[in-house]
Structures are given as structure tokens and as C-alpha cells.
């Protein structure tokens, strides 16, 4: 083990001793051992045993450790405290301007504990109320991490489709008049993306050749049909080329699982030796109507489509109100007022304002007081926008043992509540349930918030009884959200099926904390198509009058 090595473990574990918070002396001296023994230029390796105690900045317990670290090749100290920390805490020391005490800050004061949470936190504008945080340094962090995150294998669908268009329309400039398409996961629509896919109506080697001679792509691998390549530490990209003729049949086998098409060629009357001039065709031939790239995952939506019963999917003009938004009354970027009128501008017949609840000390939440204040201004605001409304909400925080944090009074005020848990996250199965469940039967939850708290590729989701939690929102009449945050889309497609067909309704919500959060309806969107979400079992899709009468018969139901 070299100087650098152990200088190394020592910083880190200097570093790693403030974050937890313990010691501040002993970490300063492992701080200061670390600069001397960089500064050496004899190797310890070595150098005499007795004569390592006698080099400035390395004590009794330092030259214990040191002679540990030459004769082991291990550290113990250290592995104690790796062991103790979350993956995600190391990866926040590798970005630039977040020091120990900033991350040991994040981590106790916002429960966070992951690139990606930190991320998320930083798009709610939630650094800038810790002490020590400004708008700068939450944006340089911000910076950093989407930095790190670029050299990583797998990324968001949102994260990726800027450059699949760019991609797209490379192709079809280099290759026309040949057919171009993307395919695979992204056609799918798939949150979570790990190769970008593309079938080109050009045999394969004239595919290589030509991005040979591209610059900035690098050559992965290859196989009979297709090439693997990169482009400037982007995500990999996946290039089929097959004859004009088989491009159809190509881009048909290469969108769907594996699942699916293997029970859509076990039907009678498909083909996956055909050329077809279109995917209309190849379903035409099996006796079955045209699936959407979106529901091609597995063999159940065959059933569908042969008995005629696929659903007329969801699209991003059917929301018809913002619900789920936050503004500055809490870690909102835009002013109340300025969210209502972007969101009146961009056609929407409403908004539903739910900020933070008390508990999200965190978030700037409302206090009692607070909400009395905003709840003036959203009076005065509707009589100036009207008939575009604004609703009185709030996501409210569940605590753990299930009760909403305001008394049934303060409750009562609002038009609707989107009740969310947002701490203590790492529970059991058993927890979560028990802690859930009784949110759902409080008269006042309306909405059940990104039911799972999970964060794409940074955090899983606590685990949950999804069949149970949608059995119990029916029973009490609580729409389940489909948070539409790129980084969230929760409840996940794979169970909106279920819930429809148990009578669910779904929520479509952009948990927007900016004006351009709003965009983010699309993604959710896409997701709720995955899951054969169509616009009646949407409630953001309901117009005003319809919302309004919605939130009317349940009140009356619930007797509030």
C-alpha cells in the first residue's frame, strides 16, 4: 500500500468522522496526517518501523493505523465507518462545493441520502432554507451532481428523450430516404432507460461504415444485425440495419419484450418472417388489432386486444387541471399568483395549490396561521381569474402512526388533501402498511400521494401491499396519484391496470414546484398509457364543473 493509499484512508476517514459528527479532534489529526504523509518522499513501505512514530502529524494511534495498513492492506477504522454510511452519502463527497458539514446538514436535516434525492431536493428549491445554503450554492450543487449522474448506465426516459430526438433526426438526415425509428425501451415508454434503440432501413454494414467516420461516436461492439455505440458519454446507443423490405418485421421484434413476442408469435397466423409494409399489418395477419408500442410489455394485453378490449389510452390533452402544485407559500419557486395564471395561460380550467403541511419543517410548511393567510389570498385571486379556479389544498404529511398533521378543523378548510409520507421512509412492509392504511380511512384524505416515496434510480420505495392499497383507496374513496415528477412516477405502471379494474381512480399530478413543472405532465402521461389508463379514469382529466362536483357528492358522502 502506497503513501497516496494510505493518505487516502486517512481524508476519508477524517471526512467521514464530521459527517457523523464525531470527534472533531481525532478527525482534525487524521486530516493532518493525511497532508504530511502526502508531502513524504520516502515510501512508508519503507521506512523503519520506529522511525514511521517520529514523522510530524502521525501520532501513537496514527502509526498503529499506518503499520495496520502496510502489513494487512486494510484499514479497520475505516471499514467501520464505510459500513455504517449509505453508498449515496460517499457519492455526494465526490461533488464539487458539498463539504462534510454541508452533507452531514442534508443528510440529518432532510433525511437524504442519495445523488438523486439530493438532486430532487435542489429542483424543490429545498437547500436554500437550510442554514448555510444559499441560491447559489444549491445551484452549483445542482450542477455537480447532473455532472456525476452523465457518466452512469442507466437514466430516466426524461433525461434521455431530448437527445433521442437529436438522435432520430441525425439518422434520418444521414440515411434517407431509408425508414428510420427508435424501438426498444423508449418506444415503450419506459421510466428508466439503459440502451437508446434504433432500426435503420439500411443493411448493417453500410450502418458501421458510416458511423465509422462520424465524429464523437464510439464503437462499443457489434453483432450479425445491429452495433453498439456512445456519443460523448451519453447513453449507449443500440443501431439495428436490416433491408428496406424487413424494416416493419425489425422494428416490430425489436419494440416489444420478450414476453410479448413470444406469445404473439405463438398466435395462429403470425409471422416473424414477413414484409409487411407496416406494424398495422403484422397484427392484421395474427387477427388482431394495432397495440400501441406503449402496451407491448406482456402477454395479457394479447387477451385484450383479441376480445377487442383495448383502452382508448390517455393523452396529454386530456388533463384538464393542475392538481398538485406548490408555490412559494412553501419550497415553491413561483408565487402563487404567477403559478395560476401560467397554468390559466396554458389552457388548464384549474389549479389545486397544495403546499407543504406543518411537518415539512424542511419545506417552509404551513402553520396554522399560514394557511388562513393563503387561503385570503386564493379568494382574492379567484375573484380576479375567474371562471379559472384555484383549490385550497395541502399535502399533508403522514405521520407514523397514520394521522394527518392538523386537527380535523384546520382539515375541514380545505377543498381537497393530498395526504403523503415524507419521513422515516425506511420501514418494513408491515409499518408502511399499518401506516398507510389508516391515512386512507381519514375522512379527510382525498388523494393518496406518490403512494411508494420512491425516487428513480436514487431511492426505492418503502414496500407496500399494492393490491391492499388500492382495495382500501375504492373502499374510502381516495384517488390514487400517479406523481408525474420524471424522477417519481408513483404508483407504478405495472399496477394501474389492477387498479382500474378494481375501481381505482388515478390521479395524474405534476407535484409541480415551478412553473415549468407543469411540463412534467406529459411523463406522466406516457406512464399512465403504459398501464391502459384512459381519460375517464383520470381525475386531473375532469373539467372544472365535473372536478367540482367530484369533490361535492364525496364531502357530502364523508359527512364534512
Known sequence: MDNY?????????????????????????????????????????????????????????????????????????LEDYLAKTPAGILDMMRIKGIGPKKIATIWKELEIESLGELLYACNENRLTLLKGFGAKTQESIRQGIEFFLSNRERFLFAEVEPFAKELLQLLEKTFSPAPVALTGAFRRQQPVIDELEAVIGTPIDKVSETFHALDGFERLGNNDDSILLQFREQVKIRLYGVAPEHFATKLFTTTGTEAFLTAFFNREGASNGG???????????????????????????????????????????????????????????????????????????????????????????????????QHAQIDELNRQLAPFKIFKSIEADILNDGSLDYPDEI?????????????????????AMARLLTAITNPYTTILGHMTGRLLLSRNGYPVNHPAIIDACVANQVAIELNAHPRRLDIDWEWIALAIDRGALISIDPDAHDISGFDDIRYGTLTAQKGGLSADKNLSSFGLQAFESWLSARRKSKGI
Not at 411 to 431: G, T, Y
Open 411 to 431: 382539515l375541514r378548510s380545505f377543498d381537497l388533501v393530498i395526504a403523503s409520507v415524507h419521513s422515516n421512509l425506511k420501514m418494513p412492509e408491515e409499518k
Open 275 to 373: 414484409n409487411e409494409p407496416d406494424e398495422a399489418a403484422i397484427f392484421s395477419r395474427a387477427g388482431l388489432p394495432f397495440i400501441e408500442p406503449a402496451l407491448r410489455e406482456t402477454p395479457d394485453i394479447l387477451l385484450k386486444a383479441a376480445a377487442g378490449n383495448l383502452p382508448q389510452l390517455i393523452q396529454p390533452t386530456d388533463i384538464k387541471g393542475i392538481i398538485h402544485s406548490h408555490s412559494q407559500w412553501s419550497d415553491g419557486v413561483s408565487s402563487l399568483e404567477d403559478m395560476a395564471k401560467a397554468a390559466r395561460d396554458k389552457g388548464f380550467e384549474y389549479l389545486v395549490i397544495s403546499d407543504h403541511s406543518r411537518s415539512a419543517f424542511y419545506a417552509n410548511g404551513l402553520q396554522p396561521e399560514r394557511i388562513l393567510a
Open 5 to 77: 493509499v494510505i493518505a487516502d484512508n486517512f481524508s476519508l476517514l477524517a471526512k467521514l468522522m464530521d459527517i457523523h459528527g464525531d470527534n472533531p479532534f481525532k478527525a482534525k489529526s487524521l486530516a493532518n496526517a493525511a497532508f504530511q504523509i502526502e508531502k513524504l518522499t520516502v515510501p512508508l513501505q519503507e521506512t523503519p518501523r520506529d522511525a514511521i512514530f517520529r514523522i510530524k502529524g502521525i501520532g501513537e494511534s496514527t502509526g498503529k493505523s499506518v503499520l495496520e495498513m502496510l502489513d494487512t492492506g486494510r484499514y479497520t477504522a
